[in-house]
């Protein structure tokens, strides 16, 4: 069975850093659709919540013991977003984004959480055991962000759960090819996607997490290579069937790769995370169906010791673990695996540059 994986340590406690929010109240003995409902600030998310059965119902829902948080857009963050209202599968797999199956206070957060939303829908999220797509919600002493938008007024107490008002609409997290086109760093590396046909294997993964080399990664790597051995490189930069969100790395574990090895994972302790050569630049780059880090070199292997990859257990929902870790097991090799050669892609990079690769 395919899980997240997540350290020990994730889970072992919560930061209570104060966060100088601008406290609202609401009235505790209603529920969050009425809360809103009275806000006039917040009357286009409610207007989309009259007309999704589902998410209104729940977040009506005043009779079961069963408690939400709602990140509410704002009517001005409304005002500056971009979907199609008259879509109505789409609005609601919008409103199930910033809906999470429990409540969860701003003093409960760490510094980085990864919730699990309602957005389970296989149209627009497939990660592992059916899990529904995430929010990264980060915290420190001045601010809260849920994905890339800010709370501006945290904590409104409602019988049935919790309200944060965000500034920003949360846009679903697309599918992998759509994010990495549209990242000004990937630009090469989504060009070698689209020339290998390599996004509909990606993208049919249920869980990934892919190590994506910048421009400046693959720029000026000298001549030899073929399409094949590329393809083998490309595949060396992908960890099929599992999802691995930042913080969630631990230091010494392997990742077993579509290509087939495995990659060393390396955490030394100030904040960075390594995997092989390479040190992860931008982490934690949400698509439907896992996440990307970009990174500052091509991946190469090595002769590092490696320890087969604990997938660990299933996490809760409060983006913790609970029961059993799981155990590592070790594999030593006596025998270095061969390197790729730094030159590897150069011919392909050198015809891309002149547009000689698309057909």
Avoid: W
């Amino acid at each position: 069975m395919m899980k997240f994986t997540l350290p020990i340590a994730a889970a072992l406690s919560l930061f209570l850093v104060p966060v100088p929010f601008v406290l609202a109240t609401e009235d505790p003995s209603t529920t969050i659709a009425q809360n809103i409902g009275s806000n006039p600030d917040l009357s286009t998310l409610y207007d989309l919540l009259l007309t999704q059965q589902p998410p209104h119902a729940i977040l009506s829902n005043s009779t079961s013991n069963a408690t939400y948080t709602l990140f509410a857009p704002t009517n001005r963050a409304f005002s500056s977003a971009q979907f199609d209202r008259s879509n109505q599968k789409a609005v609601q797999a919008l409103l199930a984004y910033h809906i999470l199956p429990r409540a969860v206070s701003s003093s409960a957060l760490q510094p980085v959480n990864y919730l699990e939303t309602m957005l389970n829908d296989t149209d627009y999220v497939l990660l592992p055991d059916k899990h529904g797509q995430v929010v990264r919600v980060t915290k420190n002493s001045n601010q809260v962000l849920v994905n890339d938008a800010n709370v501006t007024s945290a904590d409104l107490s409602s019988k049935n759960g919790v309200v944060h008002i965000i500034d920003k609409v949360l846009a679903l997290p697309p599918l992998f090819l759509v994010a990495i086109r549209a990242n000004p760093n990937l630009t090469t590396f989504a060009s070698i996607i689209d020339r290998f046909n390599m996004s509909s294997t990606i993208q049919n993964y249920t869980g990934v997490t892919l190590f994506a080399p910048t421009n400046d990664a693959l720029n000026g790597v000298p001549t030899t290579g073929n399409d094949d051995d590329i393809k083998k490189l490309i595949s060396y930069h992908i960890v099929p069937d599992t999802t691995i969100y930042y913080a969630y790395f631990t230091h010494g574990s392997a990742l077993k790769t579509e290509e087939g090895s495995k990659l060393s994972v390396s955490v030394p302790g100030n904040g960075s995370v390594r995997i092989n050569n390479a040190s992860i630049q931008t982490p934690d780059i949400l698509i439907a169906n896992g996440v990307v880090h970009t990174i500052d070199q091509i991946l190469q292997k090595n002769s590092t010791n490696q320890t087969a990859i604990d997938k660990g257990p299933t996490p809760n929902a409060n983006g913790t673990v609970s029961g059993s870790t799981g155990s590592q097991s070790e594999s030593r090799s006596s025998t270095a695996f061969p390197s790729f050669s730094p030159t590897l892609l150069s011919s392909f990079l050198t015809g891309l540059s002149l547009g000689l690769l698309f057909v």
